[in-house]
T-cell receptor, first 114, second 111 residues
């Protein structure tokens, strides 16, 4: 049973380019969360999605960031016109969202903006 | 959002017990979790406790919950060098969408 799969593991982008981070949840999980982790900091919630729906995007920056979880395929976190401050580890987690079900995390994508 | 607080660093000698503490503010918290993060990896679920429980034991791990004080702790018995990692507590409620994470406690085990 494959866990949460994120790719790429490492992504380098120049300022102004676009970054696309992919997440395939665990089999049977229809809920996806994205978190950002900066060095020496904890996890910051970004967005919570179900298939084809954004449920809570209260942690997403208002500009340049977007997320989707289509009916078919992985969830995508998209960052347009990246800046150096976007450099971080981005983690995806999935859950079947039954009461008490914990989040299961991928190994993250480490974005470096040069 | 809700506040979940942890001390940043803990250092113990191999073979000793480690106690990692966490406080939270959400009185409607229903489930509380402990995760472990090793360098370069994602978060691995260690254990979790339902809010109507006071204690849960799982091999070397003991979780204690004081709901009145909103205090959660993780005790690792006979700490090994492989336990060196960052430990996160997290909480959620059955009415909310979010899982709130603490800042993480970096545990260093000295041989």
């Amino acid at each position: 049973n494959a866990g949460v799969m994120q790719n790429p593991r490492h992504l380098v982008r120049r300022r102004g380019q676009e970054a696309r981070l992919r997440c395939s949840p665990m089999k049977g999980h229809s809920h996806v969360y994205w978190y950002r982790q900066l060095p020496e900091e904890g996890l910051k919630f970004m967005v919570y999605l179900q298939k084809e729906n954004i449920i809570d995007e209260s942690g997403m920056p208002k500009e340049r960031f977007s997320a989707e979880f289509p009916k078919e395929g992985p969830s995508i976190l998209r960052i347009q016109q990246v800046v150096r401050g976007d450099s971080a580890a981005y983690f995806c987690a999935s859950s079947p969202r039954r009461e008490g079900s914990p989040l299961h995390f991928g190994n993250g994508t480490r974005l470096t903006v040069t | 959002g809700e506040d979940v607080e942890q001390s940043l660093f803990l250092s113990v000698r191999e073979g000793d017990s480690s106690v990692i503490n966490c406080t939270y503010t959400d009185s409607s918290s229903t489930y509380l979790y402990w995760y472990k993060q090793e360098p370069g990896a994602g978060l691995q679920l260690l254990t979790y406790i339902f809010s109507n429980m006071d204690m849960k034991q799982d091999q070397r791990l003991t979780v204690l919950l004081n709901k009145k004080d909103k205090h959660l702790s993780l005790r690792i018995a006979d700490t090994q060098t492989g336990d060196s990692a960052i430990y996160f507590c997290a909480e959620t409620s059955n009415t909310g969408n979010q899982f709130y994470f603490g800042t993480g406690t970096s545990l260093t085990v000295i041989p």
